[in-house]
Every structure is written in C-alpha cells, then in structure tokens.
Nanobody, 119 residues
C-alpha cells in the first residue's frame, strides 16, 4: 500500500514563498511520474483538480502556464520525494495542493495540504 505524506502548506502573504514536499513509501514498484495538482476553493471535486506541475522519471518537467517562472518541481529519487518550490505567490494560488504519484500502472493521491495566500 503506497502512502503519501505531504507537508509544507500554510498561510503566506502575496509575494511570499512556500515549499511543499511529498514523500512516498510502501511501493512495490519503482516510482515513476510525480506531480502536484490543486483543488481551487469553490470548485467541486467533480470538476477535477488542475495540474500544476509534473516531473517524469527522466527528470523532464511541465508546468501550468499560470505558474511558469514562479514554481519549480523537483524530486529526490533516492527517497521517492517530490518538492514544489512556490515563489511570488498570488492570492489566486490559494488551493488545496495534492501530490500525485504513479507506481507501475497505479496512481496514488496525497490527502492534500492547504495553501492560502493573502493579499
């Protein structure tokens, strides 16, 4: 059973920075792609979470246009941990951020960590 432990969320003023981390454990396979999604307040789960950033096993990355140049995703492959460095935060970045991990053919979601950016 894969377990994802997220940390690093909190309250920050606009223009500030936060770093999220997500450590995966318990996988019987190699951890492949890792990513961060966010659930914006007022949007139901049925409307889906939006992809913020993804990092693949080969280290390639992609970002949502809204965070390019401000957020950086990275990973520690030895410890199956993914990070999201968030700089120049804006009030519209306020959301619950969820870690997403693929191992083998299965995907796993973290419980989410709240990020609140005040104006």
């Amino acid at each position: 059973q894969v377990r994802l432990v997220e940390s690093g969320g909190g309250l920050v003023q606009a223009g500030g920075s936060l770093t999220l981390s997500c450590a995966a454990s318990g996988s019987s396979f190699s951890i492949g792609t890792m990513a961060w999604y966010r659930q914006v307040p007022g949007k139901s789960a049925q409307r889906g979470r939006e992809l913020v950033a993804v990092i693949r096993d080969n280290g390639s990355t992609n970002y949502d246009d809204s965070v390019k140049g401000r957020f950086t995703i990275s990973r520690d492959k030895a410890n199956d941990t993914v990070f999201l460095q968030m700089n120049s935060l804006k009030p519209e970045d306020t959301a619950v951020y969820h870690c997403w991990v693929r191992d083998g053919v299965t995907v796993h979601w973290g419980q989410g960590t709240q990020v609140t950016v005040s104006s």
